[in-house]
T-cell receptor, first 111, second 115 residues
Framework: DAKTTQPPSMDCAEGRAANLPCNHSTISGNEYVYWYRQIHSQGPQYIIHGLKNNETNEMASLIITEDRKSSTLILPHATLRDTAVYYCIVRVGGGSEKLVFGKGTKLTVNP | DSGVTQTPKHLITATGQRVTLRCSPRSGDLSVYWYQQSLDQGLQFLIQYYNGEERAKGNILERFSAQQFPDLHSELNLSSLELGDSALYFC??????????????FGSGTQLSVL
C-alpha cells in the first residue's frame, strides 16, 4: 500500500470549514483513499473513501486531485466534537485488507 | 455505537501474567482485526481472522495469540506480560474484507495496564 504524508497538526475555528490535506504521490491506479478519525482514545471511526471522483457524505467531503497524488478532507462546519486525529490511508481495493495507520493529523477545533 | 463490543474496558495486571481480551463483531461481520495502540507506536495491526481462519498477520509477538470461534467472536491472549505491553487494544470487524468498498468498524478498546 502507498504511503501518505499528513501535517502533524492543524487548528480550525468552530463553525468554519476544516480542510485536511494528504499527500499520496505514489498511489497506484487500484488504490482507494480512506479517511478515519480517532477522537481522544476512542476506537477509530470511518469517515469517507474514494477512488478518483470527489465524494460527499453526511460527515465530510473528499476532494481528490486529477492526478490522484493528493487529496483533501473537508469538514464543512467544524464543531468542537470534531477535535480528533484524522488518518488518511491508501488501500488496494479488494487487496490487502488490513488498514495501515500512519501518525495522522491532530485537528483542534477552537471556540 | 459501532456495534463492535470489547470486554473488559480496563484491565490491570502484573508482569508475567496472562490475560484474555474478548471481541464480539458487528452482527453479520465475518472478519475480525486486532490492533494495538501505545503512546510511542501509534496504531499497529496485530492479526486478522476471517470466518474462523487466520487471514493476515502483522507485528504480533510470539507471546500473543488469537483465535476466532464458530460464533465469530474473537479472543486475543497475551502471556508473559511485560511493562511495554501496556496499551489500548482495539478490535475491528468488517463484512467482506476483500471488497473494494470495505470499511472497518472499531470497538471502544481495552485499556491494558501492566504493573
Amino acid at each position: 500500500d502507498a504511503k501518505t504524508t499528513q501535517p502533524p497538526s492543524m487548528d480550525c475555528a468552530e463553525g468554519r470549514a476544516a480542510n485536511l490535506p494528504c499527500n499520496h504521490s505514489t498511489i497506484s491506479g487500484n488504490e482507494y483513499v480512506y479517511w478515519y478519525r480517532q477522537i481522544h482514545s476512542q476506537g477509530p471511526q470511518y469517515i469517507i473513501h474514494g477512488l478518483k471522483n470527489n465524494e460527499t457524505n453526511e460527515m465530510a467531503s473528499l476532494i481528490i486531485t486529477e492526478d490522484r497524488k493528493s487529496s483533501t478532507l473537508i469538514l464543512p462546519h467544524a464543531t468542537l466534537r470534531d477535535t480528533a486525529v484524522y488518518y488518511c490511508i491508501v488501500r488496494v481495493g479488494g487487496g490487502s485488507e488490513k488498514l495501515v495507520f500512519g501518525k495522522g493529523t491532530k485537528l483542534t477545533v477552537n471556540p | 455505537d459501532s456495534g463492535v463490543t470489547q470486554t473488559p474496558k480496563h484491565l490491570i495486571t502484573a508482569t508475567g501474567q496472562r490475560v484474555t481480551l474478548r471481541c464480539s463483531p458487528r452482527s453479520g461481520d465475518l472478519s475480525v482485526y486486532w490492533y494495538q495502540q501505545s503512546l510511542d507506536q501509534g496504531l499497529q495491526f496485530l492479526i486478522q481472522y476471517y470466518n474462523g481462519e487466520e487471514r493476515a498477520k502483522g507485528n504480533i509477538l510470539e507471546r500473543f495469540s488469537a483465535q476466532q470461534f464458530p460464533d465469530l467472536h474473537s479472543e486475543l491472549n497475551l502471556s508473559s506480560l511485560e511493562l511495554g505491553d501496556s496499551a489500548l487494544y482495539f478490535c475491528a470487524s468488517s463484512r467482506f474484507p476483500a471488497a473494494t468498498n470495505e470499511k472497518l468498524f472499531f470497538g471502544s478498546g481495552t485499556q491494558l495496564s501492566v504493573l
